[in-house]
C-alpha cells in the first residue's frame, strides 16, 4: 500500500511567488490495486506522484509504500520498484524498441540476451506486434509508443506504478484500445498502481478506487466509482 500522510508541497516556499500544489494530502492506495487521481489541470496530480519516486521532495508530511518512508529509503532502489509512464512516453530516440524496454534490466545487470527475450515477452504483452522491435521511436504512431512506454515500466517488475495520464495524447478509438489492454494486463499482473488523469470517464472506467482533486485539496474519495455516479 502507498499512503500519503498529510503531504504538502509549496513550489517557492518562502517567496511571493510561493504556491502549494498539495495541500494537506492523506490519501491510501491499496496494494494490487488502481487508485485514480481526477482533477482539473493544475490541481497538483503531477505533484502528488512525482512524490512518491522522489523526482520531487514534499514540504512536509510522509509518503510510505508497505509501512517504509519513502524519504528513508535510497533512492535507487525506490526507483527500481516503481514504474514510470507518462503521456509522452518519453522513449529514449536512438534506441530500437527492444532496447528501450530492455534498458533497465540491462542497468541492473541482466545480460543482453536474456533482457532482449524478455522485452520481447512484454512487447507482445502490451498488443505491440514483434515486428516492430527493430524500429525507432519515431517511426511509431502515438499509441504504439504509449504501449512501448508501458513495457518499458513493467520491464524491471516493479510492483508499483506510477502512470500520469498516460493515454491522453492519442484519439479516443486508440485511446479506448490502450485502456481495454490496460485493465486486461493488470488483471493479471495486480500491480500498486496511481493513475493520474484529468477525464473523469477514464477515472470511473480504469479505478478500483478514485479521488477526486480539486485546486487546494481533495473533493471526495471514492472506493467504489460507481458511488461516484450515484452522487
Ligand atoms: P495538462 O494537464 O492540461 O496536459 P500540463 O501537464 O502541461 O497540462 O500542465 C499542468 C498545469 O501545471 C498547467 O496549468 C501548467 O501551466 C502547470 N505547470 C506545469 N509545470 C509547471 C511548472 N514547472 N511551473 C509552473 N507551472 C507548471
Ligand atoms: P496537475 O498535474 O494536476 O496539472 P501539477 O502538479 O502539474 O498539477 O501542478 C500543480 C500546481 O503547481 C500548479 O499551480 C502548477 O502551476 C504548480 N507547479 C507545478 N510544478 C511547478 C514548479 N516546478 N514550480 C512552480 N510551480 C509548479
Known amino acids: 500500500m502507498i499512503r500519503f500522510e498529510r503531504v504538502t ?4 516556499a518562502g517567496t511571493a511567488g510561493a504556491t502549494t500544489a498539495v495541500d494537506d494530502l492523506t490519501l491510501e492506495a491499496p496494494t494490487g490495486r488502481i ?9 497538483g496530480k503531477t505533484t502528488t506522484l512525482r512524490m512518491v519516486n522522489r523526482m520531487i521532495t514534499p514540504t512536509s508530511g510522509t509518503i510510505t509504500i508497505d509501512g517504509r518512508d519513502t524519504a528513508a529509503l535510497d533512492v535507487a532502489e525506490l526507483r527500481r520498484n516503481i514504474g514510470y509512464v507518462i503521456q509522452h512516453a518519453g522513449l529514449f530516440p536512438h534506441r530500437t524498441v527492444v532496447d528501450n524496454v530492455a534498458t533497465v534490466p540491462r542497468l541492473l545487470g541482466v545480460d543482453r540476451r536474456t533482457a532482449r527475450a524478455r522485452a520481447m515477452e512484454l512487447i507482445e504483452r502490451v498488443g505491440l506486434d514483434p515486428s516492430l522491435a527493430r524500429r525507432y521511436p519515431a517511426q511509431l504512431s502515438g499509441g504504439q509508443q504509449q504501449r512501448v512506454g508501458v513495457a518499458r515500466a513493467l520491464a524491471a517488475d516493479p510492483p508499483v506504478m506510477l502512470m500520469d495520464e498516460p493515454f491522453s495524447a492519442v484519439d479516443p478509438v486508440v485511446r479506448e484500445q490502450l485502456q481495454n489492454e490496460f485493465l486486461r494486463l493488470q488483471s493479471d499482473l495486480g ?25 487546494g485539496g481533495v473533493l471526495a474519495q471514492l472506493d467504489t466509482p460507481a458511488r461516484l455516479l450515484a452522487d
Do not use: M, N
Not at 487508485?35 to 490541481?43: E, Q
Open 35 to 43: 487508485t485514480v487521481l481526477v482533477g482539473p489541470s493544475g490541481c
Open 9 to 12: 508541497k509549496t513550489y517557492g
Open 191 to 215: 500491480k500498486t498502481i496511481l493513475f493520474v488523469t484529468h477525464d473523469i470517464d477514464e477515472a470511473i472506467k480504469l479505478g478500483d478506487q478514485v479521488a477526486v482533486l480539486r485546486v
